[in-house]
């Protein structure tokens, strides 16, 4: 089956807006800006036997407040998840997977090397899609992560925004760099992950037009370089 992954604009708004607060202000005593966040996504699911194709249709995302986030991972609360999954059912809502970020500081990792490796799940993410997978006991079971990146540059640059490829957005930000990516993951022959074909629909992004106005820059405080301050413009 082939799973269609569609985001309105409201859910990517919340992932926008979940993804910079975790980048850029400071949380509690932590030493540095540019922590990763993760969430839960919901909406409505739509099978086409005929077309051999899975519909899910992203309506909001809900930001894990009990997850642990750190600069290169993040920790989320099973019973949080499961207790949410619950209350949306009880609304007419599925809980359809999870998203996280990976955010880069302009000193941590070259432009390039973030289209090639950070804006693609690690092998830390790999470990714990596999065992989310293990968790249903199913050789049908799926789970659907989104990703996204935020890289902070010096400047502004549209230069190659657009879609990467059926699954991946690149887009600007002010003066961060933005990749967006949705893919399902499927158990194997041998109980170990694979991809299922996943497609990413964003009319929003397809669009492509307020993200191009000015925004206000963001750029290490006076003196640290690693804690981010957001100046409008």
């Given at each position: 089956?082939k ?7 409201q859910?990517?708004?919340q ?6 607060e975790?980048?850029v202000i ?6 540095r ?18 077309k051999?194709t ?10 894990d407040?009990?997850?642990v986030?750190?600069s290169?991972s ?15 059912e ?13 955010p880069?500081?302009s ?10 490796r ?10 714990s899609?596999?065992?989310q997978?293990?968790?249903?006991g ?9 990703l ?5 540059m ?7 925004d ?14 961060s760099?933005c ?6 993951f ?6 170990g ?8 629909e ?8 307020h ?8 750029k ?5 370089k690693r804690?981010?301050e957001?100046?409008?413009?």
């Open positions: 089956m799973h269609i992954v569609q985001i309105n604009q859910a990517l708004t992932m926008l807006l979940s993804g910079f975790a980048f400071k949380h509690g005593n932590y030493k800006s540019g922590i990763e966040f993760h969430g839960t996504v919901y909406g409505d699911i739509s099978i086409n036997n005929s051999k899975i519909t899910h249709k992203v309506q909001f995302l809900s930001a407040t009990s997850a986030m750190k290169g993040v920790e989320f609360n099973l019973e949080s998840t499961d207790l949410k999954e619950s209350l949306a009880q609304l007419g809502y599925y809980q359809l997977g999870m998203m996280h970020s990976h880069y500081l000193d941590e990792m070259p432009i390039e090397e973030v289209r090639e950070g804006a693609h799940y690690s092998e830390g993410d790999l470990e899609f596999e065992w997978l293990n968790r249903y199913s050789d049908e079971a799926y789970h659907l992560e989104i996204l990146t935020i890289k902070q010096e400047r502004f640059n549209s230069a190659k657009g879609r990467i490829d059926e699954n991946s957005f690149e887009f600007s930000v002010g003066n760099k990749f967006l990516r949705a893919q399902v499927t158990k194997d022959l041998e109980d992950i694979a991809l299922a074909e996943t497609a990413l964003c009319d929003f992004l397809e669009a492509y037009q993200l191009e106005a000015e925004f206000g820059r963001i290490p405080k006076p003196g640290r804690v981010l957001y100046k409008p413009v």
